[in-house]
C-alpha cells in the first residue's frame, strides 16, 4: 500500500490503521495528531481508522517548551 506522509511517498503492508502507522514509524500517540485525507482522526479512532492506499496523511507532533 502506498500513502503519502507529511508529504512523503511511502510503502507498507496492508491492513494498516492509524495506529499501526504511528508503531510503524515509531511515534508515540500520545503527543500527535493525525490528518487524513483533510480531516481530523480522534485519537479516539487511531485503532480503529484504516488506512487505504492513496491515502494522505498529515501528521504533527506537539513539542513541549518554555
Do not use: C, H, W, Y
Request: proline fraction near 5%.
Amino acid at each position: 500500500m502506498d500513502i503519502t506522509v507529511n508529504g512523503e511517498e511511502k510503502r507498507f503492508e496492508a491492513p494498516l490503521t492509524v495506529a499501526g502507522l504511528l508503531d510503524a514509524l515509531e511515534l508515540a500517540p500520545r503527543k500527535i495528531a493525525v490528518e487524513r485525507n483533510l480531516e481530523i482522526v480522534p485519537k479516539s479512532l487511531f485503532t480503529q481508522t484504516a488506512l487505504a492506499d492513496g491515502d494522505r496523511i498529515e501528521i504533527v507532533q506537539f513539542v513541549g517548551g518554555g
